[in-house]
């Protein structure tokens, strides 16, 4: 771990279920030091998110697959912040920690005397990032905020989905994803200003903006026209053909992202009047006549096979892919010799970071955890030269 970036940087984890963990799995594959705080009466809920479960070979842990997801690498140190002398031993980790991640409401960490203004004094270059669903200010501040929730008041709901069916959500945890990624760039950002300059940082980071944020170019669209954009199911909203199609076996996934490259599908299917029809000559007039394309596309894109047309694609330069289920992802060529899955020391499976640093991937190939598994190495260490109260 020596020569990972982040080797030599501490970080403390007060933060549950998944964006803060997220982001602390992420330092900790890029060589941090992670000290997972945990509450010694059941610890992170995730540990409880199952079945799945998984139980280590010596049966001294069995969490959920869910906890295992976003806590590989890290050390977990069970603290009760009620009681005076775990606050104590908190304290002290704070001030010996170069990044706190904290996702409490607003104004706990302060009430504990672990908030970002106190630590800074004795820790004057301290990297603190609060993670909440709608920020440390603002009317929304004391809510709870949940991905499910913020999925739909962010507006990404509304524009996914099919335009005659319910808004749909993601199907995993997006915007506690993006605000770990999120939250990671802020993080790094701070470190190089604190080794620049000394000085200390507070992030203040809200699910409701990650996710809003997000929207990017739905964004833009209703911002230049006025008109908040619709559910297109799996249509783009500004690029056409870029959707899924039907095959004699199944459905891919079409991406012809210029002219060009409609030109060469037309041409691969046989269609070549199309790339000439003023109706479907430029991407503009493709996404105002969709409807019509798709109905040219589809009863010819069935007389193929899927994977003999993913394949005819590939060959002309024409972006498409299967659309795989999770078993499938795992077996695919190119996730398999690039080693996304992963087995931990303890026997685990799990899948590593998706980055490559000077060619090596960024994993941290420790099991998730067991709950308060370093507490009593890790209290000696805080408590050494730390003054009892």
Sequence with gaps: ?????????????????????WAGQLLADLGAD????????????????????????????????YFHACNRGKRSV??????????????????????????????????????FETLRQSNPDIVYCSITGFGQTGPYKDRAGYDFIIQGMSGFMSITGEADGQPMKAGVAITDILTGLYAVAAINAALVKALKS????HIDIALMEVMAAALANQNM??????????????????????QVVPSSDGHLIIAAGNDKQFERLCAMLGLEGLANDPRFATNG???????????ALEPVTS?????????????????????????????????????????????VTGV?????????????????????????????????DWPTQ
Aim: glycine residues 8%.
């Design 1 to 21: 771990m020596g020569d990972k970036p982040l080797a030599g940087v501490r970080v403390l984890e007060f933060a549950r279920v998944l964006a803060g963990p």
């Design 34 to 65: 992670v000290i997972k705080i945990e509450n010694p009466d059941g610890g992170d809920e995730t540990r409880h998110w199952g079945p799945p479960f998984i139980e280590k070979p010596d049966r001294s842990d069995r969490s959920a697959a």
């Design 78 to 115: 069970a603290l009760d912040l009620k009681d005076a002398t775990d606050l104590e031993i908190a304290k002290a980790l704070s001030v010996q920690a170069d990044v706190v991640i904290e996702n409490f409401k607003v104004g706990t960490m302060d009430r504990l005397g672990l908030g």
């Design 198 to 201: 000394g000085a200390g940082t």
């Design 221 to 242: 669209n209703f911002l230049v026209t006025g008109n908040a954009p619709t559910r297109l199911g799996n249509a783009h909203p500004n690029i056409a053909p870029y």
């Design 285 to 295: 007039a493709r996404v105002e006549n969709r409807r019509a394309l798709t109905d």
């Design 303 to 347: 007389r193929w096979t899927r994977d003999a047309l993913v394949n005819a694609c590939a060959e002309r330069g024409v972006p498409a892919g299967p659309i795989n289920t999770i078993a499938d992802m795992f077996d695919d060529p190119q996730i398999v010799s690039r080693q996304l899955q992963v087995m931990t020391e303890n026997g």
């Design 352 to 384: 590593r970071s998706p980055l490559l640093v000077d060619g090596a991937p960024a994993a941290d190939l420790r099991s998730s955890p067991s709950l308060g598994q370093h507490t009593q190495n890790i209290r000696k260490q805080a408590l050494k």
